[in-house]
């Protein structure tokens, strides 16, 4: 479906990703979320800019492929907080089933994870699978991400009849109201279950964003 301009910052970043699953989410984080977009990668001598593209409210920037040391993570989200001159880096994985499911891939994983952390960003990584089947509910979770920064997710105009496509017709309910549960369960202490669609839920999910960068 061609739902963004042909020309224009959104535009960069869903056609910089390498999948359609990662263009599947890019397009709800840019609808459902209003995420925001400017052309060209991020690095740290941009914040200044986005603050002022923030104005006076925090905002989410979204960047595809962002190069961190020998890497490059599927997505970027900025958070920017003009006011309090703060920012923080989510970095966002989507596995591909082919590619991440043995044990070797899944140990490649953890170590490509554990040195992106120490480079000073947080991560969280979905399977293919549990995005397709499931998109409102993964968009929720990134969602609580992003308020946790004070942002206020809300739906472009522009993007309001792809908004009620997206918010419609996605898959499951069923899935859904299972990922809350497990979501709750972990909060209350009781644990979280075996899932290997699940999102990482760790002491960082727990501190969200106390460490501000």
Known sequence: MQFLPEYGPRREVWEQCESPIEQYLCSGMFALLGCKSVSGPFDRSRLSQLAELAGDAPACFLFAQHSIGIYRADFLAVVVDPKNRTHRRLVIECDGERY????????????????????????IRYGGTIIHRAMLEILCEIQEWIKAGGVVCKTPQELGGYAYLLSKFTPNRTIREERRAVREAYWQGIGVPDDEDSIIIDDAMRRLWNDTL
Request: glycine residues 4%; proline residues 0%.
């Open 100 to 123: 991440h499911s043995s044990k070797d891939q899944t140990a490649r994983d953890q170590r490509r994870d554990e040195e992106i952390q120490e480079a000073g960003y947080r991560i």
